[in-house]
């Protein structure tokens, strides 16, 4: 759980300014879009399987 504390003289943008950057860090947008819809196991085993192609493709790249 993320939470913001207000200092005395600080605004409101500032505070969500740093709400955003503390939600980001923990990876909680990631985490919600990817449990936004149902995924079946053959969805997640191609999905699984095209980011370690990907993957594999930008190592050998380099090379």
Do not use: C, W
Not at 5 to 22: D, T
Not at 29 to 49: G, L, V, Y
């Amino acid at each position: 759980m993320t939470q913001v504390v207000l200092g005395e003289n600080e605004g409101i943008e500032s505070a969500l300014r740093r709400f955003k950057r503390q939600v980001s860090k923990a990876g909680i947008f990631q985490d919600m879009r990817k449990k936004r819809h149902f995924e079946t196991p053959i969805e997640k085993e191609k999905r699984k399987a095209l980011a370690k192609h990907k993957q594999r493709k930008r190592r050998f790249r380099y090379r």
